[in-house]
Nanobody, 117 residues
Framework: QVQLAESGGGLVQTGGSLRLSCVAS????????LAWYRQAPGEERELVAL???????TYADSVKGRATISKDTAKNTVLLQMNSLKPEDTAVYYC???????????WGQGTQVTVSS
């Protein structure tokens, strides 16, 4: 299993930036997708961005051009840089990892991002 711990959330004004960090531990050799999801109050959890083992990346349309996902393999860390933040980006952001042979993500505890208007 993979354990994930997010950090970097907080309160930011519209137009500001945040960098979220997620440190992974455990069975990392078996991970082929690292992802960021978010969940706003009353909404379903949605994908923000993911990076695959081959470094290919997928972004949600809502964050394209404003988000950058990256990984630091040496530090077992996946980062999410968010720029030009909007109030609708307010949510709990979760780090997730998907292992080969599994259909379910492992999840972190989440970090709150609040964008004030």
């Amino acid at each position: 299993q993979v354990q994930l711990a997010e950090s970097g959330g907080g309160l930011v004004q519209t137009g500001g930036s945040l960098r979220l960090s997620c440190v992974a531990s455990g069975r990392l050799f078996n991970v082929y997708v690292l992802a960021w999801y978010r969940q706003a109050p009353g909404e379903e959890r949605e994908l923000v961005a993911l990076i695959r083992r081959d470094d290919s990346i997928t972004y949600a349309d809502s964050v394209k051009g404003r988000a950058t996902i990256s990984k630091d393999t040496a530090k077992n860390t996946v980062l999410l840089q968010m720029n030009s933040l909007k109030p609708e980006d307010t949510a709990v952001y979760y780090c997730a990892a998907l292992e080969f042979g599994s259909s379910q993500y492992s999840w972190g505890q989440g970090t709150q991002v609040t964008v004030s208007s």
